[in-house]
């Protein structure tokens, strides 16, 4: 129920869908007759909308979460790597019977190069479904030609298919792992979502060492004023998914801090 709850809330808290709605509702109530209120709304949804263009809001959003978790220099050997699904779209992938990767393709070339560094190495990679409509389309199931041509073989990666969120990743993936104390296990994942993903394999019990992939932003965020209606917003909406993802599994007990640290 929480998976789908979370959903549900994000179909409308999402900044560019709240904004719409924002702008939506300050219309009819114009039309409605309460000119004042509507045009205040009307007017702050717009004001954002240009805010996340002109500047780079959601930039300075997405800084604190990429810069909390540096590359690490990583060790001569290392026991096992987990990729975090999230770079495969299942249902298009499905539809052309293809693999068809997103933005996060970078989890996926980072885990191929990992698997190369340390051949003995186990290999995991964890995602199922995260869609509501379609539970059955799940991302493990389309690994296989990515292996294929990346040229690692298939049965050297252990798949977990049944999680929906990082919470699952790190509950499921622990219970395949079977981590043993000492051992040295690097968790693959987007940048801005490393603190979330850290917490949460810190509450399993199980300490990580933390690749950050899939930058979008660089070290220091300066003004760059410009013009980026779609991008700006997109930004915001990638930062705002991973601060409330953060707020909402500290509140539910999946991490045991607002912001992991190193």
């Keep these: 129920m929480s998976f789908v709850a979370g959903k549900l809330a994000w179909i409308v808290l999402k900044p560019s869908n709240f904004l719409a709605l924002t702008f939506a509702l300050g219309l009819l109530l114009r039309i409605a007759g309460a000119r004042r209120w509507g045009r205040a709304l009307m007017a702050g949804a717009l004001a954002a909308f240009l805010s996340c263009a002109v500047l780079p809001v959601g930039a300075w959003l ?22 975090l699904g999230g770079a495969i779209e299942p249902g298009i992938a499905a539809d052309r019977n293809t693999v068809a990767l997103n933005s996060n393709a970078e989890r996926l070339v980072a885990f191929a190069g990992l698997a190369r560094r340390y051949p003995d190495a186990k290999l995991i990679f964890t995602g199922g479904s995260g869609d509501l409509a379609r539970p059955d389309l799940r991302e493990a199931d389309w690994l296989g030609p990515f292996l294929d041509a990346a040229g690692i073989p298939r049965g050297r990666v252990i798949i977990e298919r049944a999680s929906r969120n990082t919470g699952d990743n790190a509950r499921l993936t622990k219970a395949l792992a079977r981590p043993q104390p000492g051992e040295t296990w690097v968790v693959i994942t987007s940048a801005r979502h490393m603190p979330r993903a850290v917490g949460t394999f810190r509450k399993e019990g199980w300490p990580v060492l ?13 003004l760059g004023l410009g013009f980026n209606f779609a991008g700006g917003l997109g930004a915001v909406d990638a930062a705002a998914y991973e601060w409330l993802g953060l707020a909402y599994y500290r509140l539910s007990g999946r991490i045991e801090a607002w912001f992991p640290r190193p």
């Design 62 to 83: 997405l800084s604190p979460l990429e810069n909390r978790f540096a590359a690490p220099a990583l060790p001569e050997r290392v026991d096992g790597v987990v990729v």
């Design 210 to 222: 933390p690749y950050p992939v899939d930058y979008l932003t660089t070290r220091e965020v300066g």
